[in-house]
């Protein structure tokens, strides 16, 4: 992992695929509006600030999902997985638009408006696209993985039923062979009774 990404903690089968710090042009309007009042000493704050705010950003998307650090003095970092993800969608001002960058707004199920957001960074649209891709996979690969616990499921009550059927064709089986012993009983016995009879000398008259 890169240096600056030792904010982020990952899974063993976790990869990183896109990471990415705010456009330099996004500080422009705080130098717009910081450097003349530095001659007063109260636009320096406001510059010293945006540059701060500026290096100490970062986005990534992994395999996994999206991460976000913020934060001067300390560190904030938020992340949201794909599975959470609702809706994506991404919006450039006007000096964005002319320099190529602009915000991805990323909002969660459940959730109330816009969860995680990538401030100016360069090509948003390209971002976003890369958010939906993910998404769609998270969501296939959840799908995959329901579908083959309920096939799984159904192959546990089929084998179940199977074995049952089996177990009832055995007592059956069972029941007939006895059955089947006790009439060969009864058929030998009355056998021997009138082969008794036969050979029993008859009275004589």
Do not use: C
């Amino acid at each position: 992992m890169e240096p600056e990404l030792d904010w982020v903690t990952l899974d063993d089968d976790e990869d990183v695929v896109w990471s990415a710090t705010p456009h330099p042009a996004s500080i422009v309007p705080a130098l717009v509006v910081g450097l003349p009042l530095s001659l007063l000493l109260v636009g320096i704050p406001i510059v010293v600030g945006a540059y701060l705010s500026l290096r100490n950003t970062h986005y990534v998307v992994t395999t996994a999902g999206l991460y976000r650090k913020s934060g001067i003095l300390s560190r904030d970092v938020q992340k949201v997985g794909f599975d959470k993800v609702q809706n994506t969608s991404y919006s450039q001002g006007i000096l964005g638009a002319y320099l190529g960058f602009g915000n991805v707004d990323v909002s969660t199920a459940g959730g109330s408006g816009v969860e995680l957001q990538f401030q100016s960074v360069e090509d948003p649209r390209e971002v976003a696209e890369l958010v939906n891709r993910r998404v769609k996979q998270a969501v296939g690969s959840r799908e995959d993985e329901d579908k083959g616990a309920v096939l799984d499921d159904v192959l546990t009550e089929l084998r179940a039923i199977r074995s049952l059927l089996e177990s009832e064709e055995t007592d059956d089986a069972a029941r007939v062979a006895g059955a089947d012993a006790r009439g060969d009983d009864g058929v030998h016995g009355g056998e021997d009774a009138r082969s008794d009879a036969d050979v029993r000398p008859t009275d004589e008259r």
